[in-house]
């Protein structure tokens, strides 16, 4: 374990520096006065679960959102696919984005659409299938991967919590993504549900060979996600390593969370 | 809301119609989106529109008919009543019921997906929400707003002959042959032109609002709010610059 300001980190990185999917330098991000990102450095590898830890509002989320595009960076470059995310015209961030899933805090399901149409909807803008065949094939294949096949025909308010997560993570997972972003994946759900969604992540990964990073402050979902853990504190990534390097660590900031 | 906050929101609203031009007139285009949304726009504000045009002609010939009958004029109510409808009660009205139902239908509609974080979904996933949301609505009140004026004089108009005929017991005929005879294709083409101004000021504003809303369920409310004030003003004010033109004209 070591700070990721230094040139050395002793966790297991991959040698290979072309297995890189993301990389992330010297970021800073602020909003008026506010702070939010200073100085953020990470790397994401492909079929690596990255897991970004930090309490509320040390600006996790911001992170994410600046790697799709969502948020303009004050500084920083943000290389994503071999995509320089900041300098990129409105087309290529729409083709950047095709391969970059991104999972809400909240689903942000479509409320006026079904399930189905849910689905239905980046297949029919992004790659023009208007198949009826074809577009059922895809959304029951999506579906049956998250267990929620029999949910196509019902509306985003009829879904619990969990289901409404599962769809979500359906509709990134229909456009085949190379990366796929949570965004706190687990909040607001009870433990078995956390954990059925935290085995989806690592499903998601196994059988589409995506490369993920996962924000959260859930310590029990970081131990099952991870292969490596950045802490995010005050806006900067202040320690790296595997949950178990992390949980040894004497930082008073990280020390409250595995203590917690 | 300081000078620099309102000079802020001008530039932004500015930015926001010059982006609605580039993704309207260049394709993709959003064919069968409009469509739906002239659907839930126009057609389900008939029954309001009927209802409200209706009585204001009734109310409108009820109160002119005394002030022409001191002159002798009372056989002038359908000529006046005709030019009173087409050239701006007609508009008016039915700008300002849409600018109530549908605006803040449009701003709470968008305030609410982007509190929710959908717009932000489209977004990611490289769906054009602004060329899909926004586009298509104010394409819909902007191309609806007419058809709905066209039938809202109408409307308007049949309220007016149920009073005259009880005034006077007037044929259908006469009556009509003095409002054709009074409005000229000048009445039409503007009054239709500006209500096309004012469809695109009710859905550029609703949408601005509600793509602009602040989170949390306050800013949906917000957004509903600004889109209905906004674009009453707005419609006020359109009517008033028209007008001039149309006296320089005329």
């Not at chain 1, 991104?102 to 689903?107: D, E, L, P, V, W």
């Not at chain 1, 029919?124 to 065949?133: C, T």
């Given at each position: 374990m070591a700070a990721t300001d230094s040139t050395?980190?002793?966790?297991?990185?991959?040698?290979?520096?072309?297995?890189?999917?993301?990389?992330?330098?010297?970021?800073?991000?602020?909003?008026?006065?506010?702070?939010?990102?200073?100085?953020?450095?990470?790397?994401?590898?492909?079929?690596?679960?990255?897991?970004?830890?930090?309490?509320?509002?040390?600006?996790?989320?911001?992170?994410?959102?600046?790697?799709?595009?969502?948020?303009?960076?004050?500084?920083?470059?943000?290389?994503?696919?071999?995509?320089?995310?900041?300098?990129?015209?409105?087309?290529?961030?729409?083709?950047?984005?095709?391969?970059?899933?991104?999972?809400?805090?909240?689903?942000?399901?479509?409320?006026?659409?079904?399930?189905?149409?849910?689905?239905?909807?980046?297949?029919?803008?992004?790659?023009?299938?208007?198949?009826?065949?074809?577009?059922?094939?895809?959304?029951?294949?999506?579906?049956?991967?998250?267990?929620?096949?029999?949910?196509?025909?019902?509306?985003?308010?009829?879904?619990?919590?969990?289901?409404?997560?599962?769809?979500?993570?359906?509709?990134?997972?229909?456009?085949?993504?190379?990366?796929?972003?949570?965004?706190?994946?687990?909040?607001?759900?009870?433990?078995?549900?956390?954990?059925?969604?935290?085995?989806?992540?690592?499903?998601?990964?196994?059988?589409?060979?995506?490369?993920?990073?996962?924000?959260?402050?859930?310590?029990?979902?970081?131990?099952?996600?991870?292969?490596?853990?950045?802490?995010?504190?005050?806006?900067?990534?202040?320690?790296e390593g595997t949950f178990d390097e992390l949980k040894k660590t004497d930082d008073p900031d990280l020390k409250l969370f595995f203590n917690y | 809301m300081t000078i620099k906050d309102s000079l802020v929101s001008v530039a932004e609203v500015y930015t926001f119609v010059i982006k609605f031009l580039k993704e309207a007139l260049f394709p993709p285009y959003e064919g069968k989106e409009i469509v739906n949304q002239c659907y839930s726009i126009g057609f389900k504000s008939v029954f309001l529109i009927t209802f409200t045009s209706f009585l204001a002609g009734i109310v409108f010939t009820k109160q002119s008919q005394p002030s022409l009958s001191t002159f002798g004029a009372e056989s002038w109510l359908p000529s006046l009543v005709s030019q009173a409808v087409v050239r701006s009660l007609g508009p008016l009205i039915t700008a300002l019921i849409c600018a109530g139902k549908v605006g803040s239908n449009i701003g709470a509609e968008l305030g609410s997906m982007q509190v929710t974080e959908q717009i932000d979904a489209m977004e990611v996933s490289g769906t054009r929400p602004f060329s899909y949301l926004v586009v298509t609505r104010v394409m819909a009140t902007t191309l609806m707003l007419p058809i709905l004026v066209i039938y809202a004089d109408v409307v308007a108009l049949l309220g007016s002959y149920v009073m005259v005929h009880s005034f006077n017991s007037s044929s259908f005929l006469l009556f009509f042959n003095e409002v054709s005879s009074s409005i000229t294709y000048l009445d039409i083409f503007s009054s239709l032109i500006k209500s096309a101004v004012f469809g695109f000021s009710i859905g550029i504003i609703g949408s601005y609002a509600g793509y602009h809303a602040d989170k949390g369920t306050t800013g949906v409310g917000k957004a509903a709010n600004t889109a209905v004030v906004a674009s009453m003003i707005s419609i006020f004010v359109i009517d008033l610059i028209t007008l001039q033109v149309l006296n320089l004209i005329r």
């Open positions: 050395e980190v002793s966790v297991k990185k991959r040698s290979n520096a072309d297995n890189k999917v993301v990389e992330i330098r010297h970021l800073k991000k602020s909003f008026g006065d506010r702070v939010v990102l200073d100085d953020v450095n990470l790397d994401l590898y492909e079929k690596e679960n990255l897991v970004i830890l930090g309490r509320s509002g040390t600006g996790k989320s911001v992170l994410i959102k600046c790697m799709v595009g969502l948020l303009k960076p004050d500084a920083g470059d943000i290389n994503v696919l071999g995509y320089n995310v900041p300098a990129l015209t409105a087309e290529e961030l729409n083709e950047l984005r095709l391969k970059v899933g991104f999972s809400f805090q909240g689903s942000a399901l479509y409320d006026s659409m079904t399930i189905r149409e849910n689905l239905e909807f980046p297949l029919k803008r992004n790659l023009g299938i208007y198949d009826k065949s074809e577009l059922d094939e895809l959304v029951m294949t999506s579906l049956q991967e998250v267990g929620l096949e029999k949910s196509a025909d019902l509306k985003p308010a009829e879904l619990s919590g969990g289901m409404k997560k599962r769809v979500g993570i359906a509709r990134t997972l229909i456009l085949k993504p190379k990366i796929m972003l949570y965004d706190e994946p687990t909040a607001g759900l009870d433990p078995i549900t956390s954990v059925e969604i935290n085995e989806l992540i690592l499903e998601v990964r196994d059988k589409h060979n995506t490369a993920s990073i996962i924000i959260t402050h859930d310590i029990s979902s970081a131990r099952q996600t991870s292969d490596r853990i950045i802490a995010l504190i005050n806006g900067k990534n202040k320690l | -």
